[in-house]
């Protein structure tokens, strides 16, 4: 069991201090748990899921509903949750990479950039519950990243863009820009969630020149982009 990547880099000893300044170097690599045996993803469809019923659970009535973590135990075990890719036709943004395997990437006329990822077969990542095994995924990208550098956030889940709708609780790791101007100065945001019972993880980065832009691109990414519940 090894972490993908798709720039290099791995665990490695770093001070407290560079813990959230990990994240610059997520943004723009892909990073997953993978499980050898396992076949590759299948593509995910962008827009809102169409559930299907299945003896015993009712997949609509989950969709219908906010995720928070403690309500991870109602999706169906083994299910896979989804990424769409409606970003890409949000005002400003272009697509880079579609769906390669299970990766997006964005681009902003600003110079944000996003990348959004689902992962399956995350079997080994799932402890107790979801809060638990989503900490758990930020732990295995770096083990100097604690809990308590965890931030509550969401996003979307499922439902239709412009409309009020369910959301998905999600922990966030932050990093502020610095006045360099660097990629390693820019101001990043990582979102992750584990489903446990799914045997799924969303993985989504949002980095931008500035806190300002940041905020904008993090508004869109609420707007446009969601996890698409198991069908």
């Not at 019923?53 to 997949?59: L, Q, S, V």
């Not at 945001?189 to 799914?198: E, L, P, Q, Y």
């Not at 832009?213 to 698409?228: C, G, H, I, N, T």
Request: with cysteine.
């Amino acid at each position: 069991m090894g972490v993908v990547t798709g720039c290099g880099g791995g665990r490695g000893a770093f001070a407290v201090v560079a813990a959230v300044a990990f994240v610059a170097s997520l943004a723009g690599c892909s990073v997953g748990v993978p499980d050898p045996a396992a076949p590759s993803n299948p593509p995910v469809t962008s827009g809102p899921a169409t559930p299907t019923i299945t003896p015993g659970h009712d997949a609509g009535a989950v969709a219908a509903r906010d995720m928070p973590f403690s309500a991870g135990p109602t999706l169906a075990r083994g299910v896979p949750v989804g990424l769409s890719e409606d970003l890409a036709e949000a005002p400003h943004w272009k697509q880079v990479v579609s769906n390669a395997g299970g990766a997006s990437r964005y681009r902003k006329s600003d110079g944000c950039q996003a990348a959004a990822e689902v992962r399956q077969n995350q079997w080994p990542l799932v402890a107790a519950d979801d809060r638990e095994s989503t900490a758990a995924l930020f732990a295995y990208l770096d083990s100097t990243i604690l809990p308590g550098y965890l931030k509550p956030a969401s996003l979307r889940w499922g439902g239709e863009r412009g409309k009020p709708g369910p959301a998905v609780e999600v922990l966030a790791l932050e990093r502020a820009a610095n006045p360099s101007g660097q990629r390693a100065g820019r101001a990043i945001t990582v979102m992750a969630r584990v489903f446990g019972m799914a045997g799924s993880s969303v993985f989504v980065s949002v980095s931008c020149p500035t806190a300002a832009a940041l905020a904008a691109a993090r508004a869109d990414v609420a707007q446009w982009l969601a996890v698409v519940p198991p069908s």
